[in-house]
């Protein structure tokens, strides 16, 4: 019912165009009155009650895609990228002519045509593609939106033809999320980058997807990103050129800001480090650990692990905010001992009964691990807790002023 319904969307209809006013206007703030939304939309129903459960997320997500009273559709919502992703991937990423495999929502298509970029974009849902070209003429972008499986396009089309082509691959099984399970996205990456070598290929992943194992599964020359936003880790991007030359693999953090994007391989060169006369404990980003470059910061002068994985580092330089979060200690050595141990000296020698926990390899939810040290939650303090053997090693510390 509802995908017939996208299909009669049209520009030119006053019940298409009650729909797109939905979300030209902040309707998050505004109650929700389902009976008045029926008599006012009849048929439309379905899709404005579904405007109305998503505008509010994507007012952050994708605004200037409400603005212009675009519409939505869920499942193609939930797995578009956010528009500052979007345009930074259009800035980092510049194109003369772009092939897009996987159209969805076109929020990456979108950024690109803004850009300047000639933009073929296809998907194999017809219902979805009638929806994304409504949006594109609200969006005021031309978009060369067509309906075909990505296979079957590239079969009949010279790929030759475009200088960047991207692919964001359907992570999921019906209803369930496929994060992880790279060999069961749709298209197949795996096959269609095989069989379709020599050409330059930008592809998003889940977060969750393990680069070591793309590493070992795609041909090519690569380059990951890991892209965060207010500390958390977007999503996984893969270049992927080929050249006579085979270059070392790298992996990069970019973290987003508006439209101040910072980079790993610049805030890392030591040269960009201020030494510090302080001693801190830094947790680097999940960015950082997204793409192992962790287990490489011991290698910097100033960075000494904590523990197994390289969650924790001693380091007596100034981190950036953007690359994770520093802690100061009030105390040299660490607390070693059990849990009960720990909980004891944290009270008697420190007289602290509130603290906010960060534990890593530990086995014990934060939860189990604040009922067992008898701690309330604080803002001013915070307890860092991994393990060495079977003993428990913990650091109490204040934010760096």
Request: hydrophobic share 35%.
């Amino acid at each position: 019912m509802v995908s017939y319904i996208y299909c009669k969307l049209n520009k030119f209809d006053a019940k298409s165009e009650a729909i797109s006013e939905i979300n030209s206007k902040i309707i998050g703030e505004l109650p929700l009155n389902l009976g008045k939304l029926q008599k006012s939309h009849g048929d439309f129903f379905p899709i404005a009650a579904t405007q109305h459960e998503l505008q509010k997320k994507a007012l952050k997500k994708i605004p200037s895609f409400i603005h212009a009273g675009c519409i939505l559709e869920k499942r193609a919502y939930e797995q578009c990228t956010s528009e500052d992703v979007a345009i930074w991937k259009a800035h980092f990423f510049p194109s003369k002519k772009l092939l897009s495999l996987t159209g969805g929502l076109g929020v990456d298509e979108w950024a690109w045509a803004k850009s300047g970029t000639e933009v073929t974009s296809i998907d194999i849902d017809s219902n979805l593609n009638h929806l994304a070209k409504y949006n594109f003429d609200k969006l005021k972008v031309e978009i060369d939106r067509q309906t075909s499986d990505a296979n079957d396009f590239i079969l009949n089309n010279e790929l030759n033809n475009y200088d960047l082509i991207y692919i964001d691959p359907d992570r999921r099984d019906g209803n369930t999320r496929i994060t992880n399970q790279v060999a069961s996205y749709s298209p197949n990456i795996f096959e269609i980058i095989a069989q379709n070598q020599n050409l330059n290929w930008l592809i998003k992943l889940s977060p969750m997807v393990d680069a070591d194992f793309i590493e070992a599964h795609l041909p090519g020359n690569k380059t990951y990103y890991a892209v965060v936003v207010k500390q958390e880790v977007k999503e996984l991007l893969v270049h992927i050129q080929f050249t006579d030359s085979q270059s070392k693999t790298k992996r990069e953090v970019v973290t987003i800001d508006g439209t101040q994007y910072n980079y790993s391989s610049s805030i890392f060169d030591e040269g960009h480090l201020a030494k510090s006369t302080q001693e801190y404990i830094f947790e680097p980003n999940g960015g950082l650990l997204c793409l192992k470059l962790n287990r490489s910061l011991h290698e910097l002068d100033g960075f000494t692990p904590l523990n197994i994985q390289h969650t924790f580092f001693k380091c007596n330089v100034i981190v950036p905010l953007e690359m994770g979060r520093l802690f100061l200690p009030i105390h040299e050595e660490p607390i070693l001992g059990g849990l009960n141990k720990i909980g004891k000296t944290i009270k008697s020698e420190f007289n602290i009964d509130a603290a906010s926990i960060t534990a890593r390899e530990c086995k014990l939810s934060t939860e189990e691990i604040r009922k067992s040290l008898g701690l309330k939650e604080s803002d001013t303090h915070f307890l860092i807790l991994t393990k060495k053997g079977n003993d428990f090693l913990a650091w109490v510390c204040v934010k760096p002023t």
